[in-house]
């Protein structure tokens, strides 16, 4: 059969021994010529229409040139098609078959990249999911980075469904993200805050017993006190802005500012009453009147001096004029406390002594130090006891001081000469100011110096050290009043947009942005000088307020509709169809996407429910898919048992066997199988369907021989024929015996006797000037041959069958069936 049908298809000549053609014959070669080149003519018209993939693949194989051809193969798109070209011109045109060659291999080099394209982009959506989910936030912005750069050179290939399923995982690693840094510096300015907090209830601790420690004789600056007041409550107010302050802490800072307050307060009525008291001090007790006890009483009151503070002596002459008590002073304080007092400074003058026999020189004069302050807090009757140990004490400092500084003195001229270095070096201002500090520390930890010369060295490479620096701050200084005019400009602004905003037709986000924007560009105009920038905070953060309540409002309308879009998306999870549902889910997240602003976090837990829900519905889709896979498993399975049985059938074995074998298959239900188990039951069926034609053929082909025969011996009678006999002969026209015969040697490919040439070619001639050249279809030669057949069969009785004849076209006919 196989040979048979490429006997059909394959275009030739029959081989014709050497022979020179009649005289007769030349006239009809012209028409041949001219019919050829009309052909030609219009194959080169079909492919200039842009003709359809079928047209193409025939002019590939069939065209008359080799131009045509080719022209053809290179029209080609359709993979199929190409390997079936490829397949035909292999061995038979190398133009072609090169042609589809490297078409094949440009298509599966596209094929190759896509699938690649395709793998790229499935691992970098499980990447930016899993990113989207992991724990791990070391480098989590890095990460982020990458997988964006890697999306952006496949994002052109990749389908919507994959695109959006990308960019949601994305939009979760940013807002994570986001998270994150936010996270980072909520904490640090928390940290910072906190320190700002520590350092002023320090600052404020230690001016307070300072303030006790003066004294009497001297009044405190009240410049100094006010200035340090409003400087400390002004970072206080900074450093508790937005924040967390624990109870005890700002307990703690409200009695310090208080007792800060009413001692300066008090300093401020004293500067105010001087002259009042300067009087009232050079009055006589004994002279004075009521009216002057009443008005230094009255003034007394007026100071209202605190009690834990140690009066100044300007107050003492009012006190005893208003006849008051006088205040609780060291000398007078209760035994006990002067018992501590006792207790504490023989605890630090034995410290001292362990500090002096060490050659501890700072320790020693810290311990000194404070010990004085001991003993000025005490009393007469409980300081004289004391007095001597320290005067000793004091010697002996001395003493260590000038043997210290032999073996410190070369460490202060390195000091010194450092210093003079430094002043020389054009370093960043803020750089050189920290090194003098730490020069300045250093030389305060060698105890300081008794050399006034040395001392004087010192101290005049610190200033001009210091000198480009004074500069640079001063400048720094125009800085913060720059920065304080730009935090005047902001508000402005801001007051201009707050007063004319439409709010009813508005860009939210765009406010949003401006209000971002605010704030970041309020923070970068810093520093500034606290008191200057009182007002402007406060009506910045007014500002802000009136700003903000719209916005909160427009946040919490499109967090309700956004609350509505969950709603209806964990109403689908249960919803049928499923595709329906599905639908309606990406629909859900269009409308998602069109809501506007919401606050973060809210927005965040709202999408967490709505993803959950979305993930449910296409959850339910994964494991009908899964259903399904295992089906189509289960299908392929079946298929391939049956597939092992009917491959052991040849086209050999017998009609039944084979007809038995393409019902079996015909009983799977292909539509459930893979498509690889598909092609290979369907590759089968045409197999066995074949071979269950080439053995009806066979039979045939047996019968027809037989009655070929039967003819030689007399007439055959009709009713034992097919009855389309009748019309296969009419078609065929009236031929005769010899005619019969050499036509269907031209149709098995077989040769003619030497005697029949002549005939041969002009049948040949013929069959050309009819259209039906060399490459008739297989039904319409096997038709052709019956027709011939059938001709010969429905002869009358009166024409007799030459038996050679008769053996030469049953001949042809075995061709037919050969393999």
């Known amino acids: 059969m196989a040979a048979f049908l490429q006997k059909l298809f394959k275009s030739r000549k029959p081989a014709a021994p050497e022979r020179k053609a009649p005289a007769r014959v030349q006239p009809t070669a012209a028409p041949v010529e001219d019919r050829r080149a009309e052909l030609r003519e219009e194959q080169l018209q079909t492919l200039q229409t842009t003709p359809t993939q079928q047209v193409a693949a025939g002019l590939a194989v069939e065209g008359l040139t080799a131009d045509t051809r080719i022209r053809a193969a290179e029209l080609l798109v359709d993979e199929e098609l190409i390997q079936r070209v490829q397949k035909q011109a292999k061995g038979r045109d190398k133009g072609v078959y090169q042609v589809a060659r490297q078409k094949l291999q440009v298509i599966r080099e596209e094929q190759a990249r896509q699938e690649k394209v395709s793998g790229a982009i499935a691992s970098l959506i499980s990447h930016a999911r899993d990113q989207a989910k992991s724990d791990d936030t070391k480098l989590y912005g890095a990460r982020l980075d990458t997988l964006l750069s890697q999306w952006a050179t496949v994002e052109a290939s990749a389908t919507p469904e994959q695109l959006s399923e990308f960019l949601e995982s994305a939009l979760r690693c940013r807002e994570r993200l986001a998270d994150l840094q936010a996270a980072q510096d909520a904490q640090k300015h928390e940290r910072e805050q906190q320190l700002q907090r520590e350092e002023t209830l320090e600052l404020i601790a230690q001016t307070l017993n300072d303030l006790r420690q003066q004294p009497t004789e001297t009044l405190a600056s009240l410049a100094s006190l006010d200035a340090l007041q409003k400087t400390q409550e002004n970072r206080w107010l900074e450093a508790t802005r937005e924040t967390h302050v624990e109870k005890q802490q700002q307990k703690t800072y409200e009695a310090s500012m208080m007792a800060l307050r009413n001692y300066t307060n008090a300093v401020r009525h004293v500067g105010q009453a001087k002259e009042t008291l300067l009087a009232i001090s ?118 260590l001081t000038d043997w210290q500084g032999f073996a410190t003195e070369p460490k202060q001229i390195a000091l010194c000469e450092q210093m003079e270095y430094l002043a020389e070096q054009p370093i960043e201002p803020e750089a050189k100011s920290e090194r003098i500090k730490e020069l300045q520390k250093e030389w305060r930890e060698l105890g300081g110096s008794s050399d006034r010369v040395l001392w004087a060295r010192f101290k005049q490479a610190s200033d001009k050290a210091y000198e480009p620096c004074k500069t640079y701050f001063k400048a720094k200084s125009g800085l913060k009043q720059a920065n304080l005019e730009k935090r005047k400009a902001i508000c402005t602004e801001l007051e201009h947009f707050v007063n004319a905003a439409d709010w009813s037709a508005i860009d939210w986000k765009a406010v949003e942005h401006i209000l971002q924007t605010a704030r970041q560009e309020w923070k970068s105009a810093w520093p500034v000088e606290f008191r200057d920038n009182r007002q402007v905070q406060k009506r910045f953060d007014e500002l802000l307020k009136k700003l903000e309540a719209p916005i909160d409002q427009e946040r919490l309308k499109n967090e309700a509709l956004k609350l509505a879009i969950v709603e209806q998306a964990q109403a689908l999870t249960e919803h049928e169809p499923l595709q329906e549902a599905m639908n309606k889910a990406k629909s859900l997240q269009s409308d998602w996407k069109a809501v506007g602003i919401t606050r973060h976090r809210e927005d965040r837990k709202l999408w967490q429910a709505f993803r959950k829900a979305c993930d449910e519905i296409f959850a339910r889709r994964d494991a009908e898919r899964s259903e399904q896979q295992q089906a189509t498993k289960d299908a392929d399975t079946e298929a391939e048992a049956l597939l092992q049985q009917v491959v052991g059938v040849n086209s050999e074995q017998d009609e039944q066997t084979l007809e038995q074998a393409v019902i079996a298959l015909r009983s799977l239900d292909a539509s459930k199988t893979s498509a690889a188990a598909r092609e290979q039951i369907q590759k089968e069926k045409q197999r066995l369907s074949q071979a269950v034609s080439a053995q009806k053929l066979k039979a045939g082909i047996a019968e027809w021989q037989t009655l070929v025969l039967a003819r030689t011996e007399g007439s055959v009678s009709t009713e034992t024929l097919p009855t389309k006999w009748t019309a296969l002969a009419q078609r065929v026209g009236e031929l005769n015996d010899q005619e019969i015969v050499i036509r269907a040697e031209i149709l098995a490919g077989m040769p003619s006797p030497e005697a029949d040439q002549q005939k041969r070619m002009e049948i040949q001639v013929q069959r050309l000037t009819e259209g039906m050249g060399f490459t008739e279809k297989t039904d319409n030669a096997l038709q052709t041959v019956e027709g011939l057949v059938a001709s010969w069969c429905l002869k009358p009785a009166s024409e007799s069958a030459d038996l050679p004849l008769a053996n030469r076209l049953n001949k042809a006919l075995d061709s037919l069936i050969v393999n």
């Open 282 to 399: 050079a009055m006589d007790v004994h002279d004075a009147t009521v009216e002057d006890q009443k008005r230094a009483s009255d003034l007394l009151n007026e100071i209202n001096w605190p009690a834990s503070f140690p009066a100044p002596d300007l107050l003492e002459p009012a006190r005893k004029l208003a006849g008051k008590p006088k205040p609780p002073t060291k000398s007078s304080e209760d035994h006990k406390q002067q018992q501590a007092s006792s207790e504490s400074l023989k605890a630090t003058l034995d410290q001292l002594e362990e500090a002096l026999e060490a050659k501890q020189l700072k320790d020693s004069r810290q311990l000194l130090k404070t010990a004085q302050q001991y003993l000025k807090s005490l009393d007469h009757r409980h300081s004289k006891s004391f007095q001597a140990r320290v005067q000793l004490l004091t010697g002996q400092l001395r003493e």
